[in-house]
């Protein structure tokens, strides 16, 4: 099977049942979440069957997923589902803070270090802004779930959050040319 187009089936599947089960039961959390978190878990084992691995962030994602959407069904509470993705931001930033006391080198460097070739420097700025991000973007979860609307907020998690992430990015270019390391 296509690497590109399993990476994309177990990305974006989950969260295309959960918006069809969102959007045909009338906007019903309790009714999306169970297939969400079913096509998730399928999309680990898929994965794995493919791949015989699962990355971690897919795997801490999908345990965050069952976690938190079993928790919003068992108390009938959205809040666990609202505040889900400011757990996960808030662990990756500390992931990148404390990950180089028990790493002795930035997590960035670790994870990315083979595709991207940077001075020290580099990496510890990127890392910087990387957690400042993460933090911000917790906030502003926080912010869109206690300020709008549940339907505001499933969309502003997809549709607003991906492309904060993607532009966060690309403004992160001028600091990787910066700090490349030529081979």
Same mark, same amino acid.
């Given at each position: ?14 969260? @295309? ?23 998730? @878990? ?73 595709? @991207? ?67």
């Amino acid at each position: 099977m296509n690497k590109s187009f399993l990476k994309f089936v177990t990305d974006f599947g989950p969260l @295309i049942i959960f918006f069809f089960y969102y959007y045909d039961s009338d906007k019903n959390l309790k009714v999306a979440i169970p297939p969400f978190i079913i096509a998730t @878990i399928m999309s680990l084992i898929i994965m794995w069957f493919f791949e015989k691995q699962i990355p971690k962030v897919p795997l801490l994602s999908g345990v965050l997923i069952t976690f938190f959407g079993g928790l919003t069904i068992y108390f009938n509470n959205p809040i666990f589902i609202y505040i889900k993705p400011t757990i996960i931001n808030i662990l990756f930033g500390l992931a990148l803070i404390f990950g180089r006391y028990f790493t002795n080198e930035p997590v960035l460097k670790k994870i990315m270090g083979k595709t @991207i070739l940077l001075t020290d420097e580099g990496w510890s700025i990127l890392t910087k802004r990387w957690v400042y991000f993460f933090f911000a973007l917790a906030i502003l979860n926080e912010f869109v779930w206690r300020t709008q609307s549940e339907e505001f907020w499933v969309n502003f998690k997809v549709w607003g959050m991906l492309p904060i992430t993607f532009v966060f990015t690309a403004f992160q270019i001028s600091i990787i040319n910066k700090h490349k390391i030529n081979e």
